[in-house]
């Protein structure tokens, strides 16, 4: 059994998936739709699939009611990648705000020679 965390990144790491994500971002969607952009490449039995991994790593909920089932997203699920995330953009702007200040540094130093007066 996969850990949360490992659920969420393997259930993004398909574009099909991202793609039903991006739409459920917009709002409430009913199976049907969902799979209407993809019935040209694959099975209903396989956009089933998606959404069962989806549900499971818990980016969306889907419920039923008579013949309609309707799926959302559920943010929630996103969290805690998006907390795990954001200690490495952390990092990154930190070392990106370094690596300018160091190339501003190297530039005072040293100006472009098209820069130097005679």
Known sequence: MQDPLSQTFSALADPTRRAM???LS???ANVSDLAEPFLGEMSLPAITKHLQVLEKAGLITKT???QWRSCKINGDGLKDA???MEQYRVFWEESFDRLDAYLKTVT???PPKGDQNA
Do not use: T
């Open 21 to 23: 994500l991006a739409r």
């Open 82 to 84: 998006a907390g795990w």
């Open 108 to 110: 005072a130093k040293n």
């Open 26 to 28: 917009q709002g409430e």
């Open 64 to 66: 039923r009611k008579a």
